[in-house]
C-alpha cells in the first residue's frame, strides 16, 4: 500500500507547491521508488475545463480526457507519469458527486454534512489506485486557512489517522520574507501558519520554506524549536534559475532525505540524478539562441501557454540550443502587415485558442510562415487556421473559415472548411455532441490514435506510423476539402484510424510547415522532448544559420 505525502502552502499563494511536489516525485523516482501524484483543488468549478485562461492559466488534458490544473502538467514533466483522470479533484467535483448520491438516495435519508460526507468522498479519491505505487503525493492547492480548503484539510488530518501510524506525512510550504532595513529574515509568518495548521489537527514533518536570501543555521533552529519540526526538516527552498533546477537543488537541501526520514525509512536508496544532471547540462551548456514568435491570443499571461512554453525549452534542449519565444497578440495582424513584425523570428508558432477574436491575424501568420519559407508549427486552432489559409489563398474558396465564427443563426459568413462534428465512433460507442450542449465537457477530449502516412514528413519525426496524442476541441478540418488543398500542396498526412478526421497536414515544399489538431506539448517532458518540438527547434536553428 502506497505511503502519503500531503503538501500544503501558507502565508501566501504561488510559492511552487506544485512545482515542489513534482521535484519531490521526481527525487523519489531517482531513489526507486514509484510514485503518483494528485492535486485537490478548493474551488468550486466541477473542473478547470470553462475556466478563462487569462485567470487560471492553460487547461491541461490527461490521456482518459480530463481537463485539469496546469500543476498536473508539472507532474508529467518531472516523473514521466501519465496523469489520470482520477489525480486531479475540485471542492465542484466533490460536492457535486455528493449531491448526486444524495439525490439517488445512496445515504438512505441521513442529513447530509460536510463531516463525514464531504471528508468521506475526499478520502475515497485518495486511496484509488494506491496498491499501484509506492507514494502517492498530495497536493492540496491555495493556503492553510482559506475557508474552501478547509474539508480538504480535515480529510487529510482524518485519512492520517485512519491509516497505520507512520504511512503519511505532512510537508508544509511557506514564505520567509527579507525585511531589508533590518537586513533580517522573518519566521513569524511560517509560525502562525504552522500554528493555523496545527490548530486543525495536522502536524507538519517537513518544512520547505522559500527564501530570496540564505537561512542562517540560528533561524533554522529557531523555526524548528517553535514549529515543532526537526531542524534537518526545515529545508531551504531558494529562488531557481530555471524549474528543472529544483529536482537537483532541493536535493542538495535534504528535502528527500527528510521526507525518507520521516517515514522512517533506513537506510535509503542512494539517488540516481542522472537524468537531472544531464536536463541541467543542456540547459545550461546550450550554444546559440533561435527566435520563435507565438502567434496567440492569451498573450499577458504566460501560464496561458505554460506546456508550450516548457516544449519548445524541451525543443531547445534537444538541440542544445537556447530557445527564445516572444508572444504576440495575433489582434495586431489584423490592423498591421505581420512582416516587419514576423522578419527576424527563426520560427513561427500558433497555438490552441477558442473564439474567433485574433483569428483572421493567426491565418496571416500562417500565410507569411507559408510564403516566406519560415517554419511554422500550427497547434489545434493553429492547424485549422493553416487549413484555412490554404483553402482561401490556394484551393480558391475565398470565404473559407470555421463553423465555431459563424454562431449567428441565420448569418453565414463563412464556407465551413473547419466544422462541428456532431458524432463520431469511439471504439465500440458512437459519440455524440451538440452545438448548444453545456460548455463543459463537449469537446473531443485526451488520447486518440492517428495513422501517419508512410513516407510523410511527420512519419520521418515520429519514427511510426501510427501514434497517441491528446485533443481539447470542438470543431475538425472537413475531410471533403482532402483533395481540393492535397492538389495545392497540402498533404493530410496525419488522420484517425478510420480515415474520417484530420489530425495532421504538412508542405511538403516548405522547410518545415506543419498542423496539428493535437496538443504534443502536452506530452514533452525536459528528459524526453517532443520529437515535434526537437525537429520544429532543428529547423529553426537551419534558418538561423541562413542568416
Ligand atoms: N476552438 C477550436 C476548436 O474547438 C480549437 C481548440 C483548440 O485550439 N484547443 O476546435
Known amino acids: 500500500m502506497a505511503r502519503y505525502v500531503f503538501i500544503t502552502g501558507g502565508v501566501v499563494s504561488s510559492l511552487g507547491k506544485g512545482l515542489a511536489s513534482a521535484a519531490l516525485g521526481a527525487l523519489l523516482q531517482a531513489r526507486g521508488f514509484s510514485v503518483r501524484l ?25 490521456d482518459d480526457g480530463a481537463e485539469t490544473d496546469l500543476d498536473l502538467g508539472h507532474y508529467e514533466r518531472f516523473t514521466g507519469v501519465s496523469a489520470r483522470k482520477t489525480d486531479s479533484v475540485s471542492s465542484g467535483r466533490i460536492y457535486s458527486n455528493v449531491l448526486e448520491k444524495e439525490r439517488r438516495g445512496d445515504y438512505l435519508g441521513k442529513t447530509i454534512q460536510v463531516i463525514p460526507h464531504v471528508t468521506n468522498e475526499i478520502k475515497d479519491f485518495l486511496t484509488i489506485g494506491e496498491d499501484e505505487v509506492d507514494f502517492m503525493l498530495c497536493e492540496i492547492g491555495g493556503t492553510v486557512g482559506d475557508i474552501e480548503g478547509l474539508p480538504f484539510f480535515e480529510a487529510i488530518r482524518q485519512f492520517a489517522q485512519d491509516k497505520p501510524r507512520g504511512q503519511c506525512i ?38 520547505l520554506l522559500r527564501s530570496e536570501h540564505p537561512i542562517p543555521e540560528k533561524e533554522r533552529e529557531k523555526i524548528a524549536l517553535f514549529c515543532n519540526v526537526r531542524k534537518e526538516a526545515v529545508i531551504a527552498a531558494y529562488d531557481l534559475k530555471t524549474i528543472y533546477e529544483a529536482p537537483l537543488a532541493y536535493h542538495r537541501e535534504g528535502f528527500d532525505q527528510a ?71 495575433a489582434e495586431l495582424f489584423e490592423r498591421e502587415d505581420p512582416s516587419p513584425f514576423l522578419e527576424g523570428f527563426h520560427a513561427i508558432l500558433v497555438p490552441g485558442g ?26 489545434c486552432l493553429g492547424m485549422q487556421m493553416a487549413v484555412i489559409e490554404a483553402a482561401r489563398n490556394l484551393a480558391h474558396v475565398s470565404d473559407a473559415g470555421s463553423e465555431e465564427f459563424d454562431h449567428e443563426i441565420g448569418k453565414k459568413r ?14 465500440n460507442h458512437l459519440v455524440a455532441r451538440k452545438h448548444d450542449d453545456d460548455k ?41 476539402y482532402r483533395e481540393a488543398l492535397e492538389d495545392c500542396g497540402l498533404t493530410f498526412s496525419g488522420m484517425s484510424p478510420d480515415g474520417r478526421l484530420p489530425e495532421i497536414v504538412e508542405i511538403k515544399d516548405h522547410p518545415w510547415f506543419i498542423g496539428v489538431q493535437f496538443h504534443p506539448e502536452l506530452k514533452s517532458k525536459p528528459f524526453a522532448p517532443h520529437p515535434l518540438f526537437a525537429d520544429f527547434v532543428r529547423a529553426a536553428v537551419d534558418v538561423s544559420r541562413l542568416v
Open 170 to 207: 505532512f510537508v508544509h510550504l511557506t514564505l520567509l520574507p527579507y525585511v531589508s532595513a533590518s537586513h533580517e529574515l522573518k519566521t513569524k509568518p511560517t509560525q502562525h501558519s504552522v500554528k493555523e495548521l496545527r490548530s486543525i489537527g495536522i502536524a507538519p514533518d517537513v518544512l
Open 259 to 329: 521526507v525518507l526520514d520521516a517515514f522512517g525509512i533506513s537506510p535509503a536508496p542512494k539517488p540516481n540524478l542522472d537524468r537531472w544532471t544531464d536536463v541541467m547540462d543542456r540547459l545550461e551548456n546550450a550554444e546559440g539562441e533561435v527566435r520563435v514568435a507565438i502567434v496567440g491570443k492569451y498573450t499577458q499571461l504566460e501560464d496561458a501557454y505554460k506546456s508550450i512554453a516548457e516544449a519548445l525549452t524541451h525543443g531547445g534542449m534537444a538541440n542544445r540550443t537556447r530557445v527564445r519565444a516572444e508572444w504576440i497578440n
Open 354 to 379: 477558442f473564439g474567433e477574436r485574433g483569428t483572421e491575424g493567426k491565418i496571416r501568420a500562417a500565410k507569411y510562415a507559408r510564403e516566406k519559407g519560415i517554419p511554422y508549427l500550427g497547434i
Open 440 to 480: 463543459g465537457g463537449t469537446m473531443r477530449l485526451g488520447a486518440y490514435t492517428a495513422a501517419l502516412k508512410p513516407g510523410s514528413r511527420v512519419a520521418q519525426i515520429y519514427g511510426a506510423t501510427e501514434i497517441e496524442e491528446r485533443h481539447r476541441h470542438r470543431y475538425e478540418v472537413d475531410v471533403r
Open 414 to 427: 463563412f464556407t465551413p472548411v473547419v466544422y462541428h462534428l456532431k458524432e463520431w465512433i469511439q471504439g
Open 38 to 62: 494528485r492535486k485537490l483543488d478548493p474551488y468550486l468549478n466541477v473542473d478547470p475545463g470553462t475556466m478563462s485562461p487569462f485567470e487560471h492559466g492553460e487547461v491541461f488534458v490527461t
